[in-house]
């Protein structure tokens, strides 16, 4: 079972656009929903993350949005630049127990320049 | 400094053999993970440990059978390689005692290629 569902597979942007990862989850137990970012080679890597008291959280270019009720969140990019170019995975954890994280299967994100 | 570190980075070797993975964390971690990455990019948990203690070892062939020898180091030993078995294997670790909601801290990852 799928307990949560990312998508697009994959997304190609323009240079300057905006770049949008959807995620969706089923077990309203969690409470810890954060984004990883893997360049090529690379190992992933924590980019942002948020807890369901907040509907919104930015950092920077990176925007997380989070709709308890839909128990769905997406992570956005703004201003999409080719370095932005990686895979990434949203995940879902309970914080406090012994829940290993969800991960999403990923979006592969091309900003061409 | 690294803070997780896995070695090999590259990793050819034939069917049948035998192949190790190391892995070894430096920020005083309690909880160690290896992830399976295939061609698609999914992360697919393969086990996880808990100060030394195999908490999660999900449906992994017996093949493959972790080593922690502490809580800093969690190695994967394959037996018997077969071309399936090709992917990246990633070493991870997150912090305190509890394994949830924590940072996940991943290695480089393990490039494995059985001809």
């Known amino acids: 079972q799928q307990q949560v569902k990312q998508s697009p597979q994959s997304l190609i942007v323009q240079k300057g656009g905006i770049s949008i990862i959807n995620c969706a989850y089923e077990?309203?137990?969690?409470?810890?929903f954060p984004w990883y970012q893997q360049f090529p080679g690379k190992g992933p890597a924590l980019l942002i993350a948020?807890?369901?008291?907040?509907s919104e959280k930015k950092e920077g270019r990176f925007t997380i949005s989070f709709n308890k009720s839909a128990k769905q969140f997406s992570l956005h990019i703004m201003d999409s630049q080719p370095g932005d170019s990686a895979t990434y995975f949203c995940?879902?954890?309970?914080?406090?127990?012994?829940?290993?994280?969800?991960f999403g299967r990923g979006t592969s994100l091309i900003v061409h320049p | 400094d690294t803070a997780v570190s896995q070695t090999p980075k590259y990793l050819v070797t034939q069917m049948g053999n035998d192949k190790s993975i190391k892995c070894e964390q430096n920020?005083?971690?309690?909880?160690m993970y290896w992830y399976k990455q295939d061609s698609k990019k999914f992360l697919k948990i393969m086990f996880s440990?808990?100060?030394?203690?195999?908490?999660i070892n999900e449906t992994v062939p017996n093949r493959f059978s972790p080593k922690s020898p502490d809580k800093a180091h969690l190695n994967l030993h394959i037996n018997s390689l077969e071309l399936g078995d090709s992917a990246v294997y990633f070493c991870?670790?997150?912090?305190?005692?509890?394994?949830?909601?924590?940072?996940?801290?991943f290695g480089e990852g393990s490039w494995l290629t059985v001809v």
């Open positions: 991870a670790s997150s912090g305190l005692s509890g394994l949830s909601g924590n940072t996940i801290y």
């Open positions: 077990n309203t137990a969690f409470d810890y």
């Open positions: 948020i807890r369901p008291d907040v």
């Open positions: 995940a879902a954890s309970i914080l406090g127990g012994s829940y290993i994280p969800t």
């Open positions: 920020l005083g971690h309690d909880t």
């Open positions: 440990y808990n100060n030394k203690e195999l908490i």
